[in-house]
C-alpha cells in the first residue's frame, strides 16, 4: 500500500516583459510494502529568466531534479515509484526506463 502527496508551484513564463518563471514540485510517499515501511521522495525544479524584449527573446534557466534511493541497511523502502509515469518525466528520458527512480 503506497500513498503520495505533493505540492507543486508554478509561474508561466514572460512573455511580454522580462521576468522569473518557476516550475517546482515535491512528492512524499510513504505506506508498506510486505513488512517494510515505505519512506520515499521526489524534489523537481526548473526556475528560468526569459528577456522578451530583446532579439530572439533569450531565456536562461536551471533545473534540478532528484529522487530518493534505497539503502539496504534498513528495511524501509526508500525508492520513490512514480506509479504511472510518462515517458517524459521531468523533461528528461530517465536512462534506467520511465520516472524518477534513484534519479538525480
Partial sequence: MRHTIGARLSRPVAERKPGRDLDDEALWQFGTFGSANIRAWTVA?????RFPNIPLKPRFNAKADISSGDDPRTNTLRTFNPLFPKGNYFGVLATAGPGPINFY
Fill in 45 to 49: 525544479s526548473e526556475t528560468g529568466y
